[in-house]
């Protein structure tokens, strides 16, 4: 039997196609950037601050409709090989998520009645965003190896979010102005992005057969559920953590933090989302040296995050100063804590890739719940008494604990791993 091929060889082939992927999401982020930017200086941090607020919900409404099955998903249609029975996931998921999303709506509009006039027009304004960013067909991007087809959508989205807020934004705009941008954006990427995925969105269906199919799906996804839950319910409280603890204007400091180190880990993360089909399809096909070769990925991927933090802490002031203005500059020591922060849990979300590929998420979620139970309570605490840099030292912590248990995880997998395949090879 032939030797398997390098593993640098592999991850060429895995991430030969993203050279249009990598360009997009660097121009995709510079644009963002600016609009964020000229949104901050227009609106004011206080504005920008509320506004912040719903928009670091949108995580929690995406995992309310997804039940965040994406990684679940990829690997059932990778691995299913019947045309018909890949059209009835694409279906089943489809209405399951536009359920789940038109129950949290309702509810988002019941509230509307209980909570202050201005709070209550920046929720009716994002709802549409909530929609388009909730149904988007990314995962059956990434598992047909279309992932350039999302981003170009995503470009398309800042781009006409970029262009709403050029054109019409002005000093001292006001409060929910960048929500409307948000939402006319999300949408014709989510037109876009079906158009171009599966010609047009699944048909609406709530026979018996498609709701039995898609509760089966959420049996199954039960463990991706609860990570997803820790993760997303940690980072999308941080803002409005700081928001009731501090004040609204400290919250419009922190949100420039956070959106500035986002960017950089959602650009990094990218790497994982090419990275996962062909992991799986590694793993399913008894890849000999599937955790050795993991390995030395994560050695790759460990090496590009160090360079970015190196960099993004250098650059700190000219960045902020470039895309806030000097205004925002007394949040760098915050961003720099955050872009620590991010890089650790990008580390980690590698690793979780090495543990989805594996069937290994339900010994995920039984570490990840008490680490963020431990993480809201630090977080809650450091923000109450050292306001917006207690709350970056919290996420920082948190993001050191989890890596650190991540890793012990993975040395504990791949030690069953190469056990299974030792035993594999004595048998034959």
């Known amino acids: 039997m032939s030797d398997s091929p390098p593993v640098r060889q592999k991850l060429f082939k895995a991430l030969q196609h993203g050279g249009f992927i990598a360009i997009s999401i660097v121009v995709t ?17 206080q504005n ?27 690997r059932n249609y990778i691995s299913e090989k019947s045309a018909h029975k890949q059209h009835k996931l694409i279906e089943h998921i489809f209405n399951l998520r536009l359920l789940l999303l038109s129950i949290s709506a309702f509810c988002a509009l019941l509230a509307l009645y209980f909570i202050e ?7 009716a304004l994002i709802i549409p965003f909530y929609y388009s960013q909730s149904l988007k067909p990314a995962w059956l991007l990434q598992a047909t190896h279309r992932l350039h087809i999302h981003y170009t959508a995503m470009l398309i989205q800042t781009a006409t979010t970029v262009a709403c807020i050029f054109i019409f934004f002005r000093p001292n705009q006001a409060l929910g102005s960048d929500l409307i941008c948000y939402s006319i954006g999300g949408s014709v990427a989510f037109l876009y992005s ?36 820790c993760t997303i319910f940690f980072n999308s409280l941080q803002i ?51 955790s050795a ?61 090495a543990f989805i590929a594996t069937n290994k998420e339900s010994e995920l979620f039984k570490i990840l719940a008490p680490i963020t139970a431990i993480g809201l309570l630090i977080s809650y605490c450091a923000t109450q008494a050292c306001g917006t840099m207690g709350t970056a030292s919290a996420e920082l912590t948190y993001a050191t604990i989890l890596l650190i248990a991540c890793n012990i995880l993975w040395r504990r997998t791949r030690s069953e791993i190469d056990q299974s395949t030792f035993i594999d090879d004595a048998s034959d």
């Open 48 to 74: 920008y601050g509320i506004s912040g607020i719903f928009l670091s919900i949108l995580p929690l409404v995406v995992l309310l409709s997804n039940m965040q099955m994406d990684p679940l998903l990829v």
């Open 194 to 229: 079906w158009k171009k995925a599966h010609h047009q969105p699944p048909t609406i269906n709530i026979s018996k057969a498609c709701t039995s199919g898609s509760l089966a799906l959420i049996k199954t996804a039960k463990p991706l559920l609860g990570i997803a839950t």
């Open 29 to 45: 982020k510079i644009i963002a950037l600016c609009a964020q930017g000229k949104a901050a200086q227009y609106l004011g941090p």
């Open 240 to 290: 409005p953590l700081v928001a009731s603890l501090a004040s609204t204007t400290e919250a419009g400091f922190y949100r420039t933090a956070t959106l500035l180190s986002e960017n950089i880990y959602t650009t990094l993360f990218t790497i994982n989302a090419l990275l996962l089909p062909h992991m799986i399809r590694w793993r399913n096909s008894n890849e000999i040296n599937f």
């Open 117 to 123: 006039p201005r709070y209550s027009l920046c929720l």
């Open 293 to 353: 070769n993991y390995n030395k990925t994560i050695r790759y991927v460990t090496l590009t995050a160090f360079i970015c933090v190196f960099a993004g802490y250098l650059l700190a002031p000219i960045l902020y100063k470039f895309i806030y203005s000097d205004a925002y500059t007394e949040a760098i020591p915050e961003f720099r804590l955050l872009l620590i922060a991010k890089i650790m849990l990008f580390l980690a979300g590698t690793l979780t890739q």
